[in-house]
Nanobody
Framework: VQLVESGGGLVQPGGSLRLSCAASGFTFSSAAVGWARQVPGKGLEWVSGIYGDGSIFWVDSMKGRFTISRDNAKNTVYLQMNSLKPEDTAVYHC???????????????WGQGTQVTVSS
């Protein structure tokens, strides 16, 4: 399994970023794939996930600001982040759940991550 993230950077509060994750090494089209984030001193936490059938898992605090999508032809999953806040600052990782569901703390594989910094 290989998950390679891109698209992070420095953005002002209220701004937007689009993260991309190129996946390989597994059957992407049928897999649950998601985004998790980590701040210093804390563990990974799910942000959002998308199942093989296209159904979506959301964390309530991000719902309405973040949009997850996938392109099975490109083996890529995206996270569109709008109305960013300073507390969204974190390393964002593309991740696969350990089991079928996006349960807290249950991560199977994840990429090296991309830094998102929200600051004026």
């Amino acid at each position: 399994v290989q998950l390679v993230e891109s698209g992070g950077g420095l953005v002002q509060p209220g701004g937007s970023l689009r993260l991309s994750c190129a996946a390989s090494g597994f059957t992407f089209s049928s897999a649950a794939v998601g985004w998790a984030r980590q701040v210093p001193g804390k563990g990974l936490e799910w942000v959002s996930g998308i199942y093989g059938d296209g159904s979506i898992f959301w964390v309530d605090s991000m719902k309405g600001r973040f949009t997850i999508s996938r392109d099975n032809a490109k083996n890529t999953v995206y996270l569109q982040m709008n109305s960013l806040k300073p507390e969204d600052t974190a390393v964002y990782h593309c991740a696969i759940p350990r089991g079928h569901w996006f349960n807290p703390g249950e991560f199977g594989s994840w990429g090296q991550g991309t830094q998102v910094t929200v600051s004026s």
